[in-house]
């Protein structure tokens, strides 16, 4: 396989390769240095497929390192994650198995953080669940960590006071609270008992 063309890509430490039969293909510059590659260097096939097969890896990891810095992930969410953006069910795994060797992956400690970001926007339960099954954290990992979610009366009692700004509320004021309260995942039990705080809050300021 013929390389025609070998340009700067706009990615940065990047080279467009261009060969013969129309494939692209866009590698960091010390891969073109281990393959030896210049314009017109002759591949063989099995040169030509390594080159394409570390590309693929080396495109995988670099993707991986990119979401693991912007997000707290499980090993399966970052796999899925890689999937959904092109690379193959190999350099998925593989990128993966990387980053676990480098303790760069750890599900549990990750879940921590997943949970302590959203119990701080002031999310309930049922929706911390739903972002930890979003991410990938599955049974009994994701149970474990909901069991060690402290209690969310701050959080709750918070919107109500947001919702509710008079002392004799109205249905439908209380109602907007509740479903705010809902939207955020929170369970019926513990807004039912915010809002009895809220109520003896009141009772106790008319005292």
């Known amino acids: 396989m013929k390389l025609l063309a070998m340009k700067p890509s706009a990615a940065q ?8 039969d129309g494939t692209k293909l866009r590698v960091p510059y010390f891969l073109a240095s281990d393959f030896s590659l210049h314009s017109d260097t002759e591949l063989d096939d099995e040169t030509f497929e390594r080159l394409k097969k570390a590309a693929g890896e080396q495109s ?11 997000t707290n992930i499980s090993k399966s969410g970052l796999r899925k994650r890689l999937r959904q953006k092109g690379e193959s069910d190999e350099d998925a795994e593989k990128a993966v198995a990387w980053l ?8 549990r400690r990750a879940g921590e ?8 926007k002031g999310y309930g339960k049922r929706r ?3 972002i930890l099954r979003e991410k990938g954290f599955e049974d009994p ?5 909901l069991d060690d979610l402290p ?24 109602q907007r ?10 369970e019926w039990q513990d807004i039912r008992a915010g809002l009895e705080r809220f109520r003896s809050g009141l009772s106790l300021e008319e005292a």
């Not at 609270?177 to 929170?186: E, K, V």
Request: hydrophobic share 45%; proline share 3%.
């Open 13 to 20: 430490g990047k080279v467009l390769l261009q060969f013969e």
């Open 60 to 70: 995988a990891k670099e993707r991986a390192v990119r979401v693991l810095s912007m």
């Open 100 to 107: 676990d060797e480098l303790h760069f992956l750890d599900d």
């Open 113 to 120: 953080a997943v949970v302590q970001t959203a119990a701080a």
């Open 128 to 130: 911390i669940r739903e």
């Open 141 to 145: 990992l994701r149970e474990q960590l």
């Open 151 to 174: 209690p969310m009366n701050d959080a709750i009692d918070r919107i109500i006071r947001q919702k509710i700004k008079s002392e004799n509320p109205e249905q439908k004021e209380i």
């Open 177 to 186: 609270a509740i479903d705010a309260l809902l939207r955020y995942g929170h």
